[in-house]
């Protein structure tokens, strides 16, 4: 069986003759190649569109979108407060970047255990429609004081959030345990 196999084959060519088709020979011939380089120069021209309408956007909102960041209006931010000291009370302390909104457009709430930081700005005219909107759900940790949660936003839009806290108590467990042995 293997002897007719090798039969297929070129003994002096030990590769089949499509294989050097495939794999020589300039792009515009034909070949893997050639179908390989028709895909990069279809993605790059794929990725100027995309540039081109991110640039669209960035013009239509009106302030351009730090390099690099374009990526953060799609992904889910896990957004952790940070616990500052101050005159020896403790606070937790969150940030979000509500930029291009008012202070009448944000909202902030607190439900079951979860703080709900939402901000929508809409503009009509009697040819567009636009909206832009911002949602952020975190959850609140033990020991936060909602009663004395504030918020503050500031000139360049970074909305703050500070809530008085008491970092829960740990329960000391002891570190060694002993069991008698008891018999039946």
Not at 73 to 82: E, L
Request: charged share 25%; glycine share 8%; proline share 6%.
């Amino acid at each position: 069986v293997i002897m007719s196999l090798l039969g297929l084959f070129d003994v002096d060519d030990p590769w089949p003759s499509w294989s050097g088709q495939m794999m020589t020979g300039h792009p515009r011939q034909g070949g893997l190649f050639s179908v390989m380089d028709r895909s990069m120069r279809n993605m790059e021209r794929d990725m100027r569109n995309l540039e081109r309408q991110f640039d669209g956007l960035q013009r239509h909102w009106g302030r351009q979108l730090p390099a690099g960041q374009v990526h953060s209006m799609y992904h889910a931010h896990v957004v952790q407060p940070t616990i500052v000291e101050e005159g020896g009370e403790k606070k937790l302390h969150w940030s979000f970047d509500v930029s291009g909104f008012s202070p009448e457009n944000v909202s902030i709430r607190t439900q079951n255990g979860k703080l709900e930081v939402r901000a929508k700005h809409e503009e009509k005219s009697e040819h567009h429609q636009h909206c832009r909107e911002f949602a952020r759900i975190v959850t609140i940790p033990e020991g936060a004081e909602l009663e004395g949660m504030a918020s503050k936003l500031n000139d360049k839009g970074l909305l703050t959030i500070e809530a008085p806290y008491t970092p829960p108590a740990i329960e000391q467990k002891p570190s060694e345990t002993v069991i008698s042995v008891t018999h039946e």
